[in-house]
């Protein structure tokens, strides 16, 4: 099977577009009413493709976490089942060290044993970075993983 439509286009196109676009408006907002507008937006996005391509809301869920000196937003996106769908997204702002980034971790397969692997990778407006392997795919190491870039200089 390969990457479902609605995944993708959600996770690296429209949401990464609108945040990378306004970062510092979406880690300001309250959470409550952000997961609301984010919903919406998946729902929107799904509405855009033929209805066996949609694909349900659960498990989309968004929320702040510290990083470094600031903080940042986590998307946890409904399951990842193919690459490079994403499991979760950060969304960095400008307290964090300069301009709004994006990362993701992705499904993905090793090109020599076809077993399930995570890639981290980041968007730099239209650019897609592949940042090498990733750590499982749970949102406390996949934000370490992120910190740990960081502060090595090569956040991409």
């Not at 949401?15 to 729902?43: C, K, V």
């Not at 979760?88 to 993905?108: C, I, K, N, Q």
């Not at 968007?123 to 090595?152: C, I, K, Q, Y």
């Amino acid at each position: 099977m390969s990457t479902r439509p609605h995944h993708y286009r959600f996770a690296h196109v429209v949401f990464r577009s609108i945040a990378l676009r306004n970062a510092a408006g979406l880690l300001a907002a309250p959470l409550d009413e952000l997961n609301t507008r984010t919903a919406d937006l998946w729902i929107g996005v799904g509405g855009e493709l033929p209805e066996e391509q949609r694909l349900p809301v659960d498990g989309l869920a968004l929320s702040h976490v510290p990083l470094g000196a600031g903080t940042a937003l986590l998307v946890r996106f409904p399951p990842a089942l193919h690459p490079p769908e994403a499991h979760f997204a950060l969304l960095l702002g400008p307290d964090v060290g300069g301009e709004p980034r994006y990362f993701v971790l992705e499904e993905s397969l090793d090109m020599f044993t076809r077993a399930r692997v995570t890639v981290l990778g980041a968007w730099n407006a239209d650019t897609h970075l592949n940042l090498g392997p990733g750590p499982v795919a749970e949102a406390d190491a996949f934000v370490a993983a992120v910190g740990a870039r960081l502060g090595s200089g090569r956040a991409g």
